[in-house]
């Protein structure tokens, strides 16, 4: 019986730091405030095509034909869009990461996705 009750109590205390942790993300990230959970599908260079459709911040930064850009999929108001958001020379952000991105926003850069079970 002891055991039991040291496990639930346990898994209490886990699911509440997961909660707190899932919490201030979403306070960081606040779909008010104009961030979109989303998924990078591709990396691209900025001499690289990309999708018709999509917002895409090449346009408003001068740079480099090697900078490199996240193809984000995201809901918008009523349909799947996509956003091309500049990524730092260090960012290890991949295809397939799950992450936060600021729509209309090129300078706000991308956030991960706390891994959600």
């Known amino acids: 019986m002891k055991h039991t009750s040291a496990y639930?109590?346990?898994l209490s205390v886990m699911m509440s730091l997961s909660s707190?942790?899932?919490?201030?993300?979403?306070?960081t990230h606040a779909y008010g405030d104009g961030w979109r959970k989303g998924r990078v599908v591709?990396?691209?260079?900025?001499?690289?095509f990309v999708v018709s459709g999509s917002q895409d911040c090449r346009k408003t930064l001068s740079g480099d034909a090697d900078q490199r850009f996240a193809h984000?999929?995201?809901f918008g108001r009523h349909s799947l869009t996509a956003m091309d958001v500049p990524l730092s020379a260090n960012s290890d952000i991949a295809v397939g990461?799950?992450?936060?991105?600021?729509?209309?926003?090129?300078?706000?850069?991308l956030t991960r996705v706390a891994t959600e079970k």
């Open 8 to 10: 639930v109590a346990a």
């Open 20 to 27: 707190a942790s899932a919490t201030a993300a979403q306070e």
């Open 42 to 48: 591709a990396i691209l260079k900025g001499n690289e």
């Open 72 to 74: 984000v999929t995201f």
């Open 97 to 109: 990461d799950r992450v936060y991105v600021k729509v209309g926003d090129c300078s706000a850069g």
